[in-house]
């Protein structure tokens, strides 16, 4: 099937720089998709974008040009609940990858156990309006509960606007839960304001909640550093980030987030993508949780 790109998204970067920053051995991309290949892999009808196509193999590449060992692949919404290009990309990864998956309610046990076997460690959940169209959220909470007796976790996405009217059901989920992109922080709004400090509150109070300090690019308003050689962008959203870091040091994790959706304004460079984690975890022992003993814990069993 051809698909044709919605105008005006940037494609991903295909020269990144080698970062600067050298990552630890046994670092994981713990945030990444992939896209089709369309015409292997359809996008599902009910997408509210369509991507360019971003492959398996362009990913490893990726992962292998910044210094990773392993990815988290997870879900894209332009593939709906048809997880093939997901599952296709694990099963080629030669046990160097994880998936999270997005499921319906009539997936069967038997489902779940043969996604178990091919990688899959959890479901996402996506609540950001422009993204996905509403699921009840019984309908979410019978999956999650068919899902934890496996060990898996569920991903959520949301904005922080909207923490507050879903806070009832994320404290509910029954199994450990991973925030992507720090529930999406307002980083022109203060640090101590309202907002942030209940993103806080919620991972203070909720020992099973983690979060991807990930998608500066996506958060930033300041953006990325002029073209002149200096490697300290999206400042913005670094004490958000640190903040997370350095008070719940065993509970995060970090992804490039490759091949970047539904960026318009620029496209960020993987390579100053990776020299932004220094920024925010700014200690080995830090830099070592993060990209290394948490993502093992949670996606390896380690
Ligand atoms: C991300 C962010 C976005 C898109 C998706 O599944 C998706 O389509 O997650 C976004 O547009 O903010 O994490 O990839």
Redesign the pocket.
Do not use: G, I, K
């Given at each position: 099937m051809e698909f044709t790109k919605t105008p005006g998204w940037l494609d991903w970067y295909t020269g990144p720089s080698k970062p600067a920053f050298a990552l630890p051995p046994g670092a994981v991309d713990a945030?990444c998709?992939v896209f089709g290949p369309g015409a292997q892999f359809p996008f599902a009808p009910e997408r509210k974008y369509t991507p360019c196509d971003a492959s398996k193999d362009q990913l490893f590449a990726l992962r292998d040009h910044l210094g990773f060992e392993r990815n988290v692949i997870v879900q894209?919404?332009?593939h709906g609940a048809d997880n093939s290009a997901l599952l296709d990309a694990l099963r080629h990864a030669e046990g160097k990858a994880r998936g999270v998956v997005t499921v319906k309610r009539s997936v069967t046990d038997q489902q779940l156990q043969d996604l178990n076997a091919t990688g899959v460690r959890g479901v996402r959940f996506?609540f950001?309006k422009r993204?996905v169209d509403f699921t009840p959220k019984d309908e979410l909470m019978e999956i999650a509960a068919r899902i934890a007796p496996l060990g898996w976790h569920v991903v959520i996405?949301f904005e922080a606007v909207d923490l507050p009217e879903l806070w009832d059901f994320f404290t509910a989920l029954p199994t450990t839960v991973v925030v992507?992109?720090m529930g999406r922080p307002d980083v022109s709004k203060p640090i101590d304001g309202p907002e942030f400090k209940l993103f806080l509150k919620y991972m203070r109070e909720h020992p099973n909640v983690w979060s991807k300090v990930s998608?500066p690019e996506?958060l930033s308003v300041t953006g990325p550093p002029a073209l002149d050689g200096q490697r300290n962008a999206y400042q913005d959203v670094v004490p958000f980030a640190r903040r997370i870091v350095e008070t719940f040091p065993d509970r995060v994790l970090w992804g490039t987030?490759w091949p970047h959706?539904?960026l318009k304004n620029h496209m960020p460079d993987d390579g100053l993508l990776v020299d932004f984690i220094p920024h925010i975890a700014v200690t080995p022992e830090l830099q070592r949780k993060l990209l290394v003993d948490n993502p093992a814990r949670l996606y390896w069993g380690a």
């Open positions: 945030h998709h894209a919404t332009c996506n950001v993204l996405y992507d992109h998608c996506r987030d959706p539904n």
